[in-house]
């Protein structure tokens, strides 16, 4: 197999956009009904449908590289918003090949929650560069808790595949709701701290 040619690419912080770069994900809500919980907030907001969140790649000279052993890097762009008392949140996935990934938030304030197969859960919140690494077997989703647009920034195997069956079959055992306090996990988890 040839080898996978570098790639340079400048990245908005603020928006995730890449430069160069394309978008490889667009969610709208009529994407992903099943993901919330409130149907009725569903319905009446599928009149405008909103845009939920993109994911950029950069475009470089060749393809993105596929091979186990190469890296794919891409921005995602939560936008502000909730259905119901749920904020707006990535449809969360498995990789098919287990790998890990490590994210980055570069702008806003969101939450991941992953889950291994056998129900535990893990919540981190993610700003600003902090750094997360989602080891492999961990399904994942990321939720958007601020009032603007929450950008992080993932790297992963470029051979991991990404496998939505599972997530759309069993959920997560934990959802986050905006409570009159602010957000909060069902059923409650602990409050993530960086300090050792
Ligand atoms: C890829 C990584 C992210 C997500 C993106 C969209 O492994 O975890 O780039 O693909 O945030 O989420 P989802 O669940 O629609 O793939
Ligand atoms: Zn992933």
Redesign the pocket.
Known sequence: MAAASPLVADLEWATGLMHPGRVV?T?RLSDMVETYEDEAAVAAALGDDPLI?E?YECEGESETPTAPGEL?F???V?YPGTIGDEYFM????D?VRPSG?V?MGLAGHGQIIMQLQSGEVQTAEIVPGRCVY?PAGWS???INDGGEPFV?L?V?DAA?G?D?GA?ATRGFAARLYRGPAGPQWSPPQPTTSTAA
């Open positions: 994900v969610r969140y994911a794919v891409r921005t995602t939560i990535t449809y969360g996935h990789h990934e994210y989602v994942h989703r990321t992080f993932a992963y991991a990404h939505y997530v």
